[in-house]
């Protein structure tokens, strides 16, 4: 499946989603951990990718006065502008920062598993893009979707009925859910086809907005490898959960929040040194 098909279903459902995504306005429990395992980010150049509708903008803002928001959804940045005038939002897409020099901002974030709205190969794109404005030391903030989550097995998911005793508010809520029954039947219809499945990856027709999305899913030890092979420091990589409890032994949760920082000068000559005096070290080498 095409790149082209891919943002052509994904950025369509985003452009009928501003309502959806304005109404909240508070950090995740994984968010506020990745957040507080970034050291000295006060007062350092912040970049916003994927802001949505901003529910991330304020708690960014707050940790440092140049902030920068982007999203590749004109009216998502049109909303941002209008809810927060004070503010710099940009229309831009992660899989091209070229209006960005190398070494720009110090904590780059994409929240709300925005990076699994691409293919494999943007993917790749945008982890090199943000490798290379990221400042050495700085840190990449990102959540995506668990491959080993048990949402990842499962083939078809009801939407959620919210029963209520006033007979009015069961009407309503009954006409909404039977709504969403047919959108999440007719989607899952049009769009499972084009899903893609490997032991690196996986592209699914995913149950967010009644099924109108293809999403990225990937295991966390394919996570760090994909990483590192971007230029990542890879030994630096934590990973919470959505409880915001740093994992240790794996998790089922449907998306994992990945803190990863680029390394210095110093560090990856220090990795260099290290990676040749193992291999001096080995029988039949040197």
Known sequence: MSSKKIDQINKKTMQKSIGHYSWKDALTPAEIAAIRHVEDAQGKPILDLGVGAGRTAVPLREISDEYIGIDYVHEMVEECSRKFPELRFEHGDARDLSQFEDNSFYLIMFSMNGISMVDHHDRIKILKEVH???????????????????????????????????????????????????????????????????????????????????????????????????????????????????????????????????????????????????????????
Not at 160 to 182: H, T
Not at 213 to 224: A, D, G, M, P, R
Not at 280 to 286: A, I, K, N
């Open 132 to 286: 290379r404005i990221l400042m050495p030391g700085g840190s990449f903030l990102f959540s995506t979707y668990n491959q080993d989550s048990d949402e990842y097995k499962k083939l078809l998911v009801l939407p959620e009925f919210d029963f209520s005793w006033n007979p009015l508010r069961l009407f309503v809520r009954s006409i909404r859910y039977g709504s969403n029954l047919v959108k999440s039947g007719l989607n899952r219809c049009r769009f499972k086809k084009y899903e893609i499945h490997t032991p690196e990856y996986s592209m699914v027709n995913d149950v967010c907005h009644n099924y109108a999305t293809l999403l990225y899913y990937i295991s966390q030890e394919n996570q760090i490898k994909q990483l590192a092979s971007a230029g990542f420091d890879g030994e630096s990589v934590a990973a919470f959960d959505l409880s915001g409890e740093k994992i240790k032994d794996g998790t089922k949760d449907g998306s994992i929040f990945y803190v990863v920082k680029k390394g210095t000068e110093e560090s990856v000559e220090s990795r260099c040194w290290n990676t040749a005096a193992l291999a001096e070290s080995m029988p039949g080498t040197g």
